[in-house]
T-cell receptor, first 115, second 116 residues
Framework: AQKITQTQPGMFVQEKEAVTLDCTYDTSDPSYGLFWYKQPSSGEMIFLIY??????QNATEGRYSLNFQKARKSANLVISASQLGDSAMYFCAMREGHGGFKTIFGAGTRLFVKA | EAGVAQSPRYKIIEKRQSVAFWCNPISGHATLYWYQQILGQGPKLLIQ????????DSQLPKDRFSAERLKGVDSTLKIQPAKLEDSAVYLCASSIYLAVYQETQYFGPGTRLLVL
């Protein structure tokens, strides 16, 4: 079964607009961490934002925020005021205790920012 | 602060040949990971080291892949013999412990391997 599901293979957004990238996850562990990474065409994975399962507030880091809905098991990434440099692959990931604290990645969403 | 270093950046080999990748993690990071990322997919963990001990190698194809981390710093990943399906990007990451679920990984630029 898919642990991390990213249903949008590709997304387009106009420069300066906001965009939401979807991520749903599956775990029976009450304690877990959720991450978003950006992978530009250069290939390096860049850490963007972290949300803990017990965190009361949604995480924010600059233009990035994580819309965490625990009951729905969703952890969507919101990018505000999109920039051309935001064009990249975005991966949602989860770290859980079941199976030994592995970090599992989704298949990714490719974001295209239009000028 | 220097990031995670990997070499080579690109490698083209023929099937049944051997290849080795090198990784130097961020200074002070005790945990080191090797991932395989096939085109169009997310990274898949191959092996995780804590200092120079193996924590998880459950997804490492041990008949052809091997990895070591001597002295708890640099690491090498070897494939011998390579198959066509090994064509992928091999990513190295390192992390420092913050909290058990908050172990943010920092990735290197990856090695793109093409097996012909």
């Amino acid at each position: 079964a898919q642990k991390i599901t990213q249903t949008q293979p590709g997304m387009f957004v106009q420069e300066k607009e906001a965009v939401t990238l979807d991520c749903t996850y599956d775990t029976s562990d009450p304690s877990y961490g959720l991450f978003w990474y950006k992978q530009p065409s250069s290939g390096e994975m860049i850490f963007l934002i972290y949300q803990g399962s017990y965190d009361q507030q949604n995480a924010t880091e600059g233009r990035y925020s994580l819309n965490f809905q625990k009951a729905r098991k969703s952890a969507n990434l919101v990018i505000s005021a999109s920039q051309l440099g935001d064009s990249a692959m975005y991966f949602c990931a989860m770290r859980e205790g079941h199976g030994g604290f592995k970090t599992i990645f989704g298949a990714g969403t490719r974001l295209f920012v239009k000028a | 602060e220097a990031g995670v270093a990997q070499s080579p950046r690109y490698k083209i080999i023929e099937k049944r040949q051997s290849v080795a990748f090198w990784c130097n993690p961020i200074s002070g990071h005790a945990t080191l990971y090797w991932y395989q990322q096939i085109l169009g997919q997310g990274p898949k963990l191959l092996i995780q080291f804590q200092n120079n001990g193996v924590v998880d190698d459950s997804q490492l194809p041990k008949d052809r892949f091997s990895a070591e981390r001597l002295k708890g710093v640099d690491s090498t990943l070897k494939i011998q013999p390579a198959k066509l399906e090994d064509s992928a990007v091999y990513l190295c990451a390192s992390s420092i412990y913050l909290a058990v679920y908050q172990e943010t990984q920092y990735f290197g630029p990856g090695t793109r391997l093409l097996v012909l």
